[in-house]
């Protein structure tokens, strides 16, 4: 287990991390993206082609993260709690 920091992004639409801050165990849970999925990014556009499984021990839950070059850990709001409806 890595201690890890964890961006919480209302703009992301996707889950997502660097390779390097994966475990070794979730690295075996790497899968292919089919589709690709392309990001707009800063820099420009990439295309992510994998995605891990990743624990998130706070949140009780595992997600699925995009596999970036190089990024931090950002797990994106609608993705997470989208589902629920504020009264």
Same mark, same amino acid.
């Given at each position: 287990?890595?201690?890890?920091? $964890?961006? $919480? *992004?209302?703009? =992301?639409?996707?889950? !997502? +991390?660097?390779?390097?801050?994966? +475990?070794?165990?979730?690295?075996?849970?790497?899968? &292919? /993206?089919? &589709? &690709?999925?392309?990001? =707009? +990014?800063?820099?420009?556009?990439? %295309?992510?082609?994998?995605? %891990?499984? %990743?624990?998130? &021990?706070?949140?009780? #839950? #595992?997600?699925? !993260? /995009?596999?970036? *070059?190089?990024?931090?850990?950002?797990?994106? %709001?609608?993705? +997470?709690?989208?589902? !629920?409806? /504020?009264?």
């Amino acid at each position: 287990s890595l201690d890890r920091s $964890v961006l $919480v *992004d209302s703009g =992301a639409s996707y889950h !997502m +991390t660097g390779w390097d801050a994966f +475990t070794r165990s979730e690295r075996k849970t790497k899968k &292919p /993206l089919s &589709p &690709p999925i392309p990001l =707009a +990014t800063a820099n420009g556009i990439i %295309v992510c082609r994998q995605y %891990v499984k %990743v624990y998130i &021990p706070n949140l009780c #839950t #595992t997600l699925e !993260m /995009l596999v970036l *070059d190089s990024c931090g850990l950002v797990i994106s %709001v609608g993705k +997470t709690f989208g589902f !629920m409806q /504020l009264l």
